[in-house]
């Protein structure tokens, strides 16, 4: 089988081609029988378009035309979210693109963190056995936050599998008998029953800056008074984030805890030319509101890297 797929796929680089047998394995098994080669033949035609594409990324990028290839790369994602082929390439361009950062500099943080970003360990992380797509460190802080302020509401805008909201409940369970965890999400098709069924966990499909969000804080808030810890880490991009740290300003109180998550993208220091994110928001809004928050550079500091670049935010 594996001679098969070289012939119909020779010009892969040898990481797709790896991917592609694997996955060929997994799906009909390691017998090279004739019958078993013409499912294989009938899989390979079902990604001829798509091998095209990779094959064409692929090139582009072995020539060292980084922004056509990931070009292509972006378009098979926006398609297809989670093709693992483009995604690897495109993680290959983005570590090209700071490898002369990370080879150059003798910040060990900052090493580790394109480390960490680019090899996509952070897609590996879990809490309780559920997806958190988190830094470690960046969760001991916040429990070590959450546990000084002790809010009576987490609010968190970006749910996802629910790995991050399983860990901010079993944090609450530890802290404060009256507490909730507020999530937010557009989409629940991947979350976690764990999540869907944790009593402590209030879930709403919703994008994050509709007004039925904002109305529903103040209820909880009504409900559970007390400090609020809120973390956005749903779109990144800019006039979203800007939106959520806008709705949550007449809603938070002095002394509330906001964390601007994926505030490293676009060059903070990973995925340069990711395009305008949460580190851009933050600056448009303090443009706007430059009273508004204290940064907690001690916090952001501690653990030598964070995904939350410049997102560390006490509300004054």
């Known amino acids: 089988m594996a001679d098969v797929l070289y012939q119909a796929d020779s010009s892969l680089s040898d990481r797709v081609l790896r991917k592609n047998i694997h996955e060929a394995i997994a799906i009909f098994g ?24 990779i094959i064409a990324a692929t090139n582009f990028y072995n020539c060292g035309d980084h922004f056509q290839a990931e070009l292509i790369c972006t378009k098979i994602i926006d398609s297809q979210p989670d093709n693992s082929d483009a995604l690897c390439l495109l993680g290959r361009i983005k570590y090209q693109l700071s490898k002369n950062q990370l080879t150059s500099t003798t910040d060990a943080g900052l090493r580790y ?15 309780a056995g559920v997806k958190a797509l988190k830094s470690p460190g960046d969760m001991w802080n916040y429990q070590e936050i959450i546990w000084d302020l002790k809010p009576s509401l987490i609010l968190e805008f970006g749910s996802f599998f629910g790995g991050g909201t399983l860990f901010f409940a079993s944090l609450l369970e530890q802290i404060n008998n009256k507490s909730q965890v507020f999530s937010v999400d557009i989409d629940h098709t991947s979350l976690n029953p764990k999540v869907r069924n944790h009593p402590r966990i209030e879930l709403m499909l919703s994008s994050s800056t509709a007004p039925q969000v904002s109305q529903r804080i103040v209820e909880l808030r009504r409900e559970f008074p007390g400090p609020i810890f809120a973390i956005l880490d749903s779109n990144h991009e800019k006039q979203h984030v800007l939106g959520e740290m806008q709705l949550l300003r007449p809603l938070l109180q002095t002394g509330d805890y906001v964390v601007v998550e994926d505030s490293n993208i676009n060059g903070h220091p990973v995925l340069p030319g990711w395009g305008e994110g949460p580190y851009e928001a933050m600056e448009e809004y303090f443009a706007i509101y430059p009273d508004d928050y204290q940064r907690d550079d001690l916090r952001e500091q501690k653990f030598g890297f964070t995904f939350a670049t410049a997102g560390f935010l006490i509300r004054r």
Do not use: C, G, V
């Open 30 to 53: 390691t017998e090279k029988t004739p019958d078993r080669k013409i499912e294989i033949t009938s899989f390979l035609t079902d990604m001829h378009n798509l091998a095209d594409n």
């Open 113 to 127: 963190h394109l480390w960490y970003y680019n090899n996509q360990i952070w897609n590996k992380t879990t809490w």
